[in-house]
Structure formats: C-alpha cells, structure tokens
C-alpha cells in the first residue's frame, strides 16, 4: 500500500482527554512500502512494543507474522499479531467486542495498547490495522500506518468502519488486539464476584486462549453485566470461543 493523500479528517491533533489516561507516548511509525505486501499489522505491532519498552524491527515482525491472501499478496491476521505479542512475554488477546466503545474506554484507561482490525475507507472492503492513540468521549486518534499520525474518527465513524460492509469485506466486525504487560494472576470481576481465568483450551487445537488483558474482556460469564467480549480467538488457529467454563 502506498502512503497516499492524508485524509481531512486527520488534520486535527490529539486534545487533552476529558479524563486522565494512563497510555501515553506510542510513538508512530509508518508501514513499509511494496514490494514488502500490506504490512500494517507489523507497523501496528512495532508501535505498540516501542511504547511498552520493547522496540523492534518493523521488517523482522513482517517476516514473522506474513502469511499470504488469494492474490498472493502477503498480509497477515489478528491471531498472528497476538501470537507473535505473547511470544515476546506479553499479554495479548484477540476478541470481538460485544460493546465496542466501552472496550476501548476500558482498555484506554487501564493502560492496555489496542490495536484494531478496521475496514482501510468507507468505500474499501479491505481490512487494515491501527493503533488506538487517543481516547475522548465522542471521537478517538489512531496512528494509522498508512495514514499517518493521530487521524481522527468520530464515534460514528469509527464504529462504522470497525463493520465489515454491505458488499462483504475481509474484516468480521469489532474485532481487536488487546496488550500489555503479562498478567496471569487470577482476576475477580468486581460486579459479580466471578472468578476469571487466565486462559481457556481452544475448542478445535487444544492450545490456550489468553483471556489477558482483563481490561479488554470485563467478566468470563455470559450473563455478567460487565462482559465485554463476544468472542475470543485462539492465538494458533483463530478459532472462535464464547464460553468460559
């Protein structure tokens, strides 16, 4: 992907939050042009280690985490951004939000990096990463590795490109990376009591699921108010799962 025209909707930079956050200073680093593929993922990937102490090589994350897509472009998935996250010793989830802007708050305010599986333009079926930057109550600032720094979207534009389109698109829909630092000390969800575990066996390979960072998912049980999350995937075969025993 060429960097192209910034967007208008870009123009304007990151305000003070109507709360204190406690994510600050991701620094932006722009995807690696062709003939490297969609490289985004690892772009988003770098951002999000460089702000947690752990800065990396772009183009080594690439050569880790690329498969291919039907046109035999290289891209990559959600699953593999994880996996390569919690190989580096770090927390590290990939689920579908059941109440989006409330796992962003949730996240933003904890500290917990977000990287988000969006549609690249209203008009595009393909799916792109970015990195959540900024966080207000009715837009949020992502750095975009395509589109540059600190690009602005409204609640309402946000939520609509996070949506697969009408047509079909490559993304599913409300779907992110959660990381932070690793974490897996039992966690009580404050609203029902429940107990959340750390992780949960994949239903088609076996492996763990993380269900780290606790921010990201609220509560393990389905009827508990402060679930989050629709559906986890497995780190391995990106398997859904939707219910914690």
């Not at 750390?198 to 699921?209: D, E, K």
């Amino acid at each position: 992907m060429s960097a192209g025209r910034r967007p208008a909707d870009t123009e304007k930079r990151l305000p003070t939050p109507s709360r204190n956050s406690t994510v600050t200073g991701i620094p932006y680093q722009q995807q690696l042009s062709a003939p490297y593929g969609r490289t985004c993922g690892a772009a988003a990937l770098a951002m999000v280690y460089a702000s947690l102490g752990l800065p990396d090589c772009q183009k080594a994350v690439w050569s880790q985490i690329a498969g291919e897509d039907k046109d035999v472009r290289r891209t990559t998935g959600s699953f593999r951004l994880a996996r390569h996250a919690l190989d580096r010793g770090l927390s590290a989830a990939v689920l579908q939000a059941a109440r989006p802007w409330d796992t962003l708050a949730s996240c933003w305010f904890t500290g917990a990096r977000v990287i988000l599986n969006h549609r690249l333009r209203p008009d595009s079926p393909l799916g792109h990463f970015s990195v959540l930057a900024g966080f207000d109550d009715d837009e949020v600032f992502v750095h975009d590795p395509q589109f540059g720094p600190f690009r602005r979207l409204t609640r309402d534009r946000l939520l609509r490109l996070w949506l697969p389109s009408a047509g079909g698109s490559e993304i599913v829909g409300h779907v992110l990376v959660a990381i932070a630092s690793r974490d897996d000390q039992p966690n009580r969800c404050d609203s029902c009591g429940a107990m959340v575990p750390a992780q949960v066996g994949c239903g088609r390979c076996g492996n763990l699921v993380p269900l780290r960072p606790v921010a990201a998912l609220g509560c393990s049980k389905r009827d508990c108010g402060a679930r989050l999350w629709k559906y986890v995937f497995c780190p391995c075969c990106d398997f859904p799962t939707g219910e914690v025993e």
